[in-house]
């Protein structure tokens, strides 16, 4: 493992979550076995790889999540894939990464989890806690939170304590507490662990359709770029590809500090007190792994795109509406990017291209309701006359 601010080195330890010397992000630097291969492998979902993943597990906590849909595009382009995150157990990647987390803090003997979060961490640590018997507590920003995560942690069962202001108030209050009370494991991406588990959607896609020419990303506290990033050079490593895919961060503008800072051309990114979107998983001004994102996005080639909010319902509605899936509006920023990307020419139509769809859309009923549509109420004995007059005007165009 090694510190991203210091340099600081040390074995690999699944209690090391920050730099035990200057607090700062660790990155786990895994030697991949030399004779892996994809067809020796067993099973399915994120354990599928773990001979690929660090550190030793005495015991897994798993609701078989991974091995999501990988889905390619009928009606926008034919080279694009949608990665499906939202089928997994709680509805988003987030399963990925808890599963490993979660399985390292038992393996590790702890009995008590913490995560702050935007909903979806939230839903996942609470599900994976009560799948462990251990207990977990969770910080929200209160009122900031899209109903269907709120309602899965109720159901998970978990103590909910929501803070005054944004996700990274809460953010900011876990990590000092971790930092003051060790007896508790924090489940959040700066926890490197749970980076581990998320990069195995590198990983499923290379198994099923090679590496691709670029992989597009909504950024939020920023891990997941990383950790998908990590996956493929890891398989690079292990010699079983030979190259990376540019990955591309997509960011919703009121919630822009990686985004603007490449656009900027600056070192250092752009932070933000009151980070504003309607794609409330990115909600989040001062993301805790800009550096490893910043990473990710310059050592692939990639970079960093801004979103509107137009925008990302404009493609949560194409996606339901030209290829009948379903994601929440963070997730949608992918398209939204894309959409962008082609544009711009930053990628090509002819490119294989995958969006990572990080949640799905039954997360945010709010968000899926506000698009238009049309919605009568009918006598039913006027039902046969409004389907053949829209029949006839279709058939007549
Ligand atoms: C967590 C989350 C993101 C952002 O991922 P980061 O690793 O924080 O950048 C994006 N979309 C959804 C649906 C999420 O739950
Ligand atoms: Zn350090």
Redesign the pocket.
């Known amino acids: 493992m090694k510190c991203l601010e210091c340099g600081y080195e040390k074995e690999i330890d699944q209690n090391a979550i920050l730099c035990p010397k200057c607090g700062g992000l660790m990155e786990i630097l895994v030697e991949p076995p030399k004779d892996f291969s994809f067809d020796s492998l067993k099973g399915r979902g994120v354990w599928r790889y773990q001979r690929m993943i660090a550190g030793e597990y005495k015991k897994i906590v798993s609701i078989n999540e991974g091995g999501t849909p990988l889905i390619r595009s009928c009606n926008i382009n034919k080279n694009m894939y949608m990665k499906y995150e939202g089928v997994n157990p709680t509805g ?3 399963d990925r990464g808890m599963t490993v987390a979660v399985s390292s803090a038992v393996s590790n003997n702890y009995k008590t989890v913490i995560a702050a979060s ?4 939230a839903a996942a640590a609470a599900a994976y806690a009560s799948r462990a018997g251990i207990k977990s507590f969770i910080v929200l920003p209160k009122g900031k939170v899209a109903l269907g995560k709120l309602a899965q942690s109720i159901l998970y069962g978990t103590t909910i304590m929501e803070v005054e202001g944004s996700f990274d108030v809460a953010m900011g209050a876990v990590m000092k507490l971790y930092k003051d009370l060790k007896v508790v494991y924090p489940l959040n ?1 700066f926890n490197p662990w749970r980076l581990e588990g998320q990069k195995t959607i590198a990983f499923e896609i290379t198994e099923e359709i090679g590496v691709p020419d670029a992989v597009i990303v ?8 990383y950790a998908i990033w990590k996956g493929f050079t890891e398989l690079v490593k292990a010699g079983v590809t030979e190259k990376i895919p540019r990955m591309i961060g997509v960011q919703a503008e009121g919630a822009s500090p990686i985004a603007k800072a490449f656009i900027e051309g600056s070192q250092s990114p752009l932070f933000t007190d009151n980070p504003e979107t309607v794609a409330t ?2 909600r ?1 001004g001062k ?1 805790v ?1 800009w550096r490893k994102a910043m990473k990710a996005v310059r050592e692939s080639r990639g970079t960093m795109l801004v979103v509107s909010d137009n925008e990302i319902l404009k493609a949560q509605r194409d996606l339901a509406r030209k290829e009948g899936v379903g994601a ?1 509006p ?2 949608s920023a992918s398209l939204a990017g894309y959409y962008k990307a082609l544009d711009r020419k930053i990628v090509y139509p002819d490119e294989k291209v995958v969006l990572i769809l ?2 799905h859309s039954l ?1 945010d009923p709010e968000s899926m309701g506000k698009a238009e549509t049309k919605r009568i109420l009918i006598n039913p004995s006027f039902i046969e006359k409004i389907i053949l007059e829209e029949v006839n005007e279709n058939d007549g165009s």
């Open positions: 988003s990647f987030k935007t909903g979806n961490t991406s909504p950024v939020g506290n920023a891990g997941n770029i998983a990115i989040i993301p792994n929440e963070a997730s990080t949640g997360k």
